[in-house]
């Protein structure tokens, strides 16, 4: 006997196929926004890709496939149920698909290869502090410099931070006002 239009409303069936946590929502509703829509906007919050991006920056990434992206480019990527906002180090077939490593610039270790299908999209614009931030896929000099310092000391690494820190908080009370200004907003809402 076909089910009745009650019994397709019991908790159980609507609740069938929610996500879990919030975590798990969050990934889903980003993934839907860049498949819909292209592009979504998040705010960092880790430290994994200093000095090219600081937590609070405010990150737009374009979905991109995995042909399209390229050594020293920053991208979005799903890892073990989770986002990595890492640079892409080598990519390369195998088996009739396309392989990638991933890094954090402030990491001395590659992550897991992972392939395309794990590849959401492309990071084109950082801001911070409400202004861009020029990068670049392979940097300058001093960038390099400052990449092989937080790979190799974490005390520099901690002052580079604590320094973004103290410059957010300054710049915080002067620049964003009184409404707190659209960064808190989209924190509030991730």
Do not use: C
């Amino acid at each position: 006997m076909p089910l009745q239009p009650e019994e397709l409303l019991t908790r159980s069936l609507i609740h069938a196929d929610a996500p879990e946590s919030k975590q798990e929502a969050r990934l889903d509703l980003a993934a839907e926004v860049l498949h819909r829509f292209g592009e979504v906007r998040f705010v960092a919050h880790g430290s994994s890709m200093i000095p090219s991006i600081y937590p609070g920056d405010l990150l737009t990434v374009r979905s991109e496939s995995i042909a399209e992206a390229r050594t020293g480019e920053i991208v979005l990527v799903l890892l073990a149920g989770r986002f990595f906002v890492h640079r892409v180090m080598r990519k390369w077939p195998e088996r009739n698909r396309i392989v990638f490593a991933t890094r954090g610039d402030a990491l001395t270790q590659e992550d897991p290869s992972v392939d395309g299908t794990q590849l959401l999209g492309r990071v084109t614009s950082i801001l911070r502090h409400g202004k861009p931030v020029k990068f670049a896929r392979h940097g300058g000099p001093w960038t390099k410099v400052l990449r092989w310092g937080v790979q190799n000391s974490p005390a520099f690494s901690k002052i580079l931070l604590a320094a973004h820190l103290l410059r957010s908080r300054i710049l915080g009370r002067h620049a964003q006002g009184s409404a707190g200004g659209p960064g808190k907003q989209l924190e509030e809402w991730a």
